[in-house]
Each structure stands twice: as C-alpha cells, then as structure tokens.
C-alpha cells in the first residue's frame, strides 16, 4: 500500500501531464501576447493549486476503491496474495481471475458430488434388484398375481430412478444398434403380462416388421413407461400397439387425459390440474420419457379425448441416414 | 441322463427358489458352500451348465468366469443386476454364453437353458411328446393320438394341452395357463382362453379320449 501513490501516477500519467501541459501552453500564449508577469502568477498558482486539490481528492477515491478491492480479496473465498503494487485495473483483472478459478473449481467439486451421487444410486439399484429377483422367483413358485403386479410397478419405480438419473447426467450412454421392433414390443410386454391377466384387459399387438436404428435399452425403457401409463389408466377394454406411418401408436380405452392438461403432460413434476390424472402420478414417466426421446432424435405426442382414449405416437423415423 | 447344473450366487432365497424349480424341470441342481473355493467345487460337481451372479462374496464372478473357461468349455450363463452395457461386455469377454438381468422371468431362463444345452450337447427336450392316460401330444406335429384316431391342433391349442399335460392331476389356473401363454407371445384374453377351451374339449369329444378338461369353479382347469 505504501507505493500506491506511484501506481495512481502510472495509472493517470497522461491525464496528469495533459493539466501540466495545458498549463505551459497558457502560460506560453500569455507570454507571447505580452500579458503581465504578476497575472501568469495568480493564473499559475490558482490553477496549480485547483488541480492539487482535485487530484487529491481523485487519489483519495482511487485508494478507496484500490481498497476495498484488496479488502474483497481478502475475503476466505479468494485466495490472498495481495500485490501492494498493483493497480486498479491489474486489482481487477486479479479478481476476475480468482472468480473463475472459484467457479471451476466448485463446477468440479459439484460434478464430483453428481457422479458420486449417481454411483451410489447405480449401486442401489443394483442392491435392490437382487431382492426383488428373489421375490419374483418366490412368487413364480407360489403363482399369486396381484403380488407378481405389485412387484412389477416396484421395478418400474426402481429402473425410474436408473433413467432419471442417466438421462440427467452429463454423459449420457446412447448405443445405437438396428433394433427389430417387433422382439422389442414383445419383451416389454411380457414384462407387463402379470398386470394386464390380473386386470383382465386385453392387449393387441399388430406385427410392425420395422427395423430401425436407435437405442434398444432406452426405447425399451421409454415403451415400459408408456405401457405402465396405460395400464395404469385403463381399468377396462384394451391396449392396442401398432405402427401408423412413422410412429408407434400406443393406443388404451382408459379415462383420457383432460384437454386442458394436455400441453402440459411432458413437463416435469405435472400430475394435472386439481390433482387430477391421478394423485399418485409423478409427473416423471412422461417428461423423462420426452427427454429420453428427444435425445435419441425422435419425439413423442399424445391425442387423447377425455373418457374415451389416449393415443401415445412415438416417433419412430430411422436416422440412417442422418448419423451416416 | 440328468443334465447338472450348478448355482453360483450368494443369495439363499434366489439360488433355493432356483432349485426347487430347475428341479421341477428334471435338473441335477448343485450350489456353492465355499465361495473362496468355486473352482474345486465346480471341478467336484461337474455341472453340464453354470449360472454365475457377479457380486459375490471374496472374488466377483467374471474372475470365477475366467478360471472355469481355463479349465472347461461348459456353458457359462450369468444371471446380474448389474446390467450395464459395460458388464455385459465384460461377461461376454470373459467368456459368458449368456447374460440375464435380474430381475428376470423363470421361463426366459429355462428357454435360454434349454438352448444352450441343445447347442452344446445334443439336448432334446424331453417333454417334445407328453402322454396321459394313452393320450399322446405331439408338440413338434401339433397333434393329439388316441388309439386310432388322431386330431391336428392349432398352434395356441398345443400351448394350452402342454400345459394341461405338464400339470396332469393339478388344477391349473387361468392365470397360470395365460401367463405361459403370454411367454409364448400368444397375448390371450379371457375370451380368447374360453374359446380355445370349448374348442379343445370338442377335440377330446371326437377322439374319445378317456378324459376331459374339467372346469373348477373359480380354480380353474383339470385333466380328469
């Protein structure tokens, strides 16, 4: 701090020298139209003493600021080397610097918390999924339905959080591979078979005979999604899956989805207006099954007509041509 | 012959349950006391097929995967939660025939254990025909005999008399006849089941089988 009188002088130099200037230039032009001695003086020591007083002043407020520079670099998040020889602009360029070390450095503490948090979570699932393959081999044995479609909505749920997590996570493990549509209905579905014998709805799955490049595990886990809707909605009638032009129509003969909650389906966390849909709805299935489809390059649309049908229409368009 | 089959997982009630029903489907069925030692019981039992979990306790199973395929060519299934593409990778690599997740259907497996057996050892399925009571099912020629006379079935009616024959002197519930009709991908629905049973019986009818397809009030269905 003591020198900082030097780095103010550096710093206004030629603001400085330009009141010198204009001075000697005055004075010169007084001369040589002959203007008086006695005059040049008063002109010279009022001026000088006008320009020592405001460049005091202007000292004083650039030690202010200088100040209250190294007093914010101080503070415990910056780390303090502070440089008595700097100026306001180098002062300022420092902290400019300390700011984006402290944003990269909590940017990667932040992703290192994710991914933590996302192994734990991987590691959950995995730990939760052996229970549960136990109970379903227990109730192949003993053959109880309602448990086997309890136990089924459980490993929704569970395989929910895997999606959520993965698809929200900065690297994100697409494996596009030409997928035979038809043998990815029917695994989906027979996952299912518990829930609709048990709620006596009937299932119609028109053979597609589409191959198509995309991600097998995240189609599967988007139609999972959408089935699971659907039979969640359906209490009775059928649920019809078909190929219609470019998409793959999931179609139930459940309560519909209200017109006002439609443009809304896919956001995240929306379960419906006044709690309808269905209270225990999430409001994830939907949203991350958007997501997911966005990312794959498809999409995905509802038609639906309150009390009578929700038509679900993935997108199904082969991007060969695209990636290659 | 009994094919054997040994169970390397460290959870009691998935590898019990596992035997109970490979047992029901005519399997020698051997487990592993010692994790540290799997090699010399594998060595020991001389299964015809293994099932290996990945997490278990002391080594993991790609390890054990590894050591066996140095020692024997036997078919390797594994059968993890741990379904990444990564350890699917891994498994195959280490020379796995097969991956299942858990958890997993009964059915996927013993149709994957069926066909790694057939491709390695010239396994028939044993239940190709099935009899009772001199009535035979041809499954292959989706046929039924009696004495005499003989009666061509559909496809779906084959499904359902394989299960009626495998469980001769059970009752055999609808949900139990439509979730096996399910893994066949045969999606059936209470009308489609009833059907298919009016049909069935009018078969047995005209063969004059010495049996019939009973309906147990809100059980289900008996051969008797």
């Not at chain 1, 590691?123 to 192949?140: C, F, G, R, S």
């Not at chain 2, 790694?116 to 009772?132: A, G, M, P, V, W």
């Not at chain 2, 049973?197 to 009973?214: D, H, V």
């Amino acid at each position: 701090m003591k020198h900082l009188y030097k780095e103010y002088i550096k710093d206004r130099h030629y603001y400085l020298l330009s009141l010198l200037f204009i001075v000697f230039f005055a004075d010169l032009f007084l001369l040589l139209y002959g203007a008086e001695a006695n005059a040049l003086a008063y002109l010279n020591i009022s001026l000088l003493i006008f320009i020592t007083v405001m460049t005091a002043l202007d000292y004083w407020r650039y030690r202010r600021l200088f100040r209250a520079l190294v007093d914010f670099r101080k503070e415990p998040l910056i780390k303090d080397i502070v440089d008595d020889r700097q100026n306001l602009l180098k002062a300022y360029a420092v902290i400019i610097d300390d700011l984006k070390q402290i944003i990269k450095n909590s940017d990667e503490a932040n992703e290192k918390k994710m991914r933590e948090m996302i192994d734990y979570y991987t590691l959950w699932v995995h730990q939760i999924k052996t229970p549960i393959a136990a109970m379903q081999l227990l109730l192949d044995e003993s053959g109880d339905l309602e448990l086997k479609s309890e136990l089924i909505k459980i490993e929704q749920y569970v395989t929910m959080v895997l999606g959520y997590l993965r698809i929200n996570a900065e690297t994100t493990d697409f494996v596009f591979s030409h997928v035979d549509l038809d043998k990815l209905i029917g695994e989906v579905v027979k996952e299912f078979a518990p829930v609709f014998i048990s709620k006596h709805l009937r299932i119609e799955v028109a053979k597609t005979g589409y191959h198509f490049l995309t991600d097998e595990k995240w189609l599967a886990f988007v139609l999972g999604q959408i089935i699971s809707n659907a039979l969640k909605y359906t209490k009775n009638g059928s649920i019809r899956i078909y190929k219609q032009d470019h998409y793959l129509v999931v179609a139930d003969s459940g309560i519909g989805i209200d017109p006002k909650d439609l443009p809304r389906v896919f956001e995240k966390g929306y379960s419906g207006s006044e709690g309808r849909i269905d209270k225990r709805a999430s409001g994830i299935g939907l949203y991350l099954a958007k997501k997911i489809l966005l990312e794959l390059g498809s999409d995905i649309f509802i038609d639906s007509k309150l009390g009578e049908y929700t038509r679900v229409y993935i997108d199904i368009s082969d991007r060969n041509m695209m990636i290659e | 012959m009994k094919y054997k089959i040994m169970i390397v997982e460290d959870d009691e009630i998935i590898a019990g349950s596992l035997k109970r029903q490979l047992e029901n489907w005519d399997f020698t069925v051997g487990f592993i006391n010692d994790f540290k030692s799997v090699i010399s019981e594998f060595m020991a039992f001389g299964p015809d097929l293994v099932i290996l979990d990945i997490s278990l306790p002391y080594y993991n199973g790609y390890k054990w995967c590894n050591d066996i395929r140095k020692v024997s060519a036997v078919p390797i299934i594994f059968l993890s939660s741990m379904s990444d593409n990564m350890n699917i990778v891994m498994a195959m690599n280490m020379g796995a025939d097969d991956f299942i997740n858990k958890p997993f259907n009964f059915q996927v497996l013993i149709a994957k254990i069926q066909a790694l057996l057939r491709r390695t050892y010239d396994y028939q399925i044993s239940n190709d025909h099935l009899e009772y009571k001199g009535v035979l099912l041809d499954i292959g020629a989706a046929m039924l005999y009696f004495q005499d006379t003989k009666c061509e079935l559909t496809k779906n009616e084959v499904r359902i008399m394989k299960v009626m024959f495998e469980n001769k002197n059970k009752v055999v519930s609808r949900e139990l006849l439509m979730q096996r009709l399910w893994e066949s991908d045969y999606y059936v629905d209470d009308n489609t089941l009833s059907v298919n049973m009016t049909r069935i019986r009018k078969k047995l009818e005209l063969l004059k089988a010495p049996f019939a397809i009973k309906t147990k009030k809100g059980q289900g269905y008996l051969l008797d």
